[in-house]
């Protein structure tokens, strides 16, 4: 006899355990499956973002940022470190607690909520009389039935063609996050979020790292300016970034890694480094579904084909996150997760594509939303830009981050904002003013307008959008 349940999740990360909460609160009666297992084999809830991503990098960013600054800036303070040291094992460690300490939090949370979770793989067994049988491959073998299906079973790391994943020499994500000795050359295919990320993190510890990008320009999807001022400030920090390179064969072995590529001018060229990071992309996680049992349609990429609500092909089956198309950010699977459950229970949950933030967790940081200013000529819509360097903001100065700017682009009619970009200290905090603004369709004057607390880096925002009226206050 399978266990009945009104709504059952796939997938326990961020938009799967969000969208397990918000249907419980909704009063409907929740299962969520999750298979994550601790290196204690216990569950381990929160998806890739808890567990390999989104938390243990910025666990490791925060430790690697204290040590660069008492090695390279507490001297500009007054403060004087003497026998400074690194213990990598402890550091790690740390990271290792911030995990467990959110994959207990997100099990406390279904507890509250009473959502029941199950650990193992879930997977389509039937669909019968309009509803669905699911089977939990775990401890023990259970099958549970229910009328709505959510599947949130997130991405993995692309692995490059016939270079698999060693997790020793040749890393994804999850082995990046686990070098347990400061390594003295690293090498990364792949110059997005998470490759600048896991760069920084080994370069602040003091690796040599040099990273091969595919593409001819830095950071494509950022907007030009700020991508170009990004790459200044990585390079002069000893990121070495080669673009426009087509990597051949790579080998590995007991003295590490070497890289046979193809500079921009053609050149033969090779890199010897003890430990190389893949980044190029993520995969969807359909595998093990068994969505041939149900007839869930996927993409050619492997991805489940939803609409704009994301429903399936199939009635009441509904997938969010990684696993459909659109941004691979734990945000917007959030957003999407609580969607669908409002959705499922005769509300209008939504979602705005146009105002999902995105952050780069380097220093400075890197933010957005909305649209790029390459993005805005090649549309022809015409529009009026103004930026704000933290160059001239007291705040930044007394912090001792002067890097960077705020970029506001404003409809040159309506004065609407289109976008806002920043480089700088604290970018993902600053965003989310933008992100309000846009979303309520505001003006860059209704920024301009706004009191800003002195001293705060957020006074550059303000004259960033005074800038758009080419009246700045400080600068």
Not at 73 to 88: C, K, N, P, R, S
Not at 113 to 133: C, T
Not at 228 to 243: D, T
Not at 436 to 447: K, L, N
Request: overall charge neutral; hydrophobic content about 40%.
């Amino acid at each position: 006899m399978s266990k009945q349940f009104d709504v059952i999740v796939i997938g326990g990360g961020p938009g799967g355990y969000i969208a397990a909460i918000r249907a419980a609160q909704l009063g409907f009666n929740v299962a969520c499956i999750d298979e994550w297992k601790n290196e204690k084999g216990g569950p381990a809830l929160g998806g890739t973002c808890t567990n390999v991503g989104c938390i243990p990098s910025k666990a490791l960013l925060q430790s690697s940022e204290h040590y660069e600054h008492a090695a390279k800036h507490f001297a500009d303070h007054g403060i004087g470190v003497a026998g400074l040291t690194l213990d990598t094992a402890k550091m790690l460690g740390r990271k290792d607690t911030v995990v467990k300490q959110n994959n207990d939090g997100i099990q406390y949370l279904f507890k509250k909520n009473k959502v029941s979770f199950f650990h193992g793989r879930g997977s389509f067994v039937a669909a019968k009389d309009g509803s669905y049988e699911i089977n939990v491959a775990g401890t023990a073998q259970e099958t549970l039935s229910t009328k709505h299906v959510i599947i949130a079973t997130g991405s993995s790391a692309r692995a490059l063609p016939g270079t698999p994943f060693d997790e020793e020499n040749i890393l994804s994500n999850d082995g990046a996050l686990r070098i347990g000795a400061v390594p003295k050359k690293l090498g990364l295919i792949g110059s997005g979020v998470i490759g600048l990320e896991m760069g920084s993190v080994w370069r602040r510890l003091g690796a040599e790292v040099t990273i091969l990008e595919g593409l001819p320009t830095f950071l494509g999807a950022v907007d030009e300016q700020i991508a170009k001022e990004a790459h200044k400030l990585f390079v002069k920090q000893g990121l070495k970034i080669e673009l426009g390179v087509k990597v051949g064969a790579i080998k590995s072995g007991k003295k590490g890694v070497s890289i046979a590529y193809t500079n921009a001018k053609g050149e033969a060229q090779s890199l010897d480094v003890d430990k190389l990071i893949i980044s190029i992309g993520r995969v969807a996680n359909t595998i093990g579904l068994n969505t041939e049992a149900v007839g869930l349609a996927l993409d050619e990429r492997g991805a489940i084909v939803v609409d704009a609500d994301c429903k399936t092909n199939l009635p009441n089956v509904w997938a969010v996150g990684d696993v459909v198309r659109g941004p691979m950010l734990a945000h917007k699977a959030e957003e999407e997760g609580v969607a669908v459950a409002e959705r499922i229970a005769g509300q209008h949950g939504h979602v705005d594509f146009n105002t999902i933030p995105w952050v780069i967790y380097t220093s400075p940081e890197i933010a957005w939303v909305g649209q790029t200013e390459q993005q805005l000529k090649a549309s022809g819509h015409a529009y009026k830009a103004g930026t704000f360097p933290f160059l001239a903001n007291g705040r930044a100065r007394a912090l001792g981050d002067t890097s960077g700017m705020v970029k506001f682009l404003a409809d040159a009619t309506t004065d609407e904002i289109l976008g806002v970009h920043i480089v700088g200290p604290m970018a993902s905090e600053l965003i989310s003013e933008a992100v309000v603004a846009m979303s309520f369709r505001a003006s860059s004057e209704d920024i301009a307008r706004i009191c800003h607390a002195h001293p705060s880096l957020s006074e550059a925002t303000k004259e960033a959008a005074l800038a758009v009226d080419k009246r700045t206050l400080n600068f």
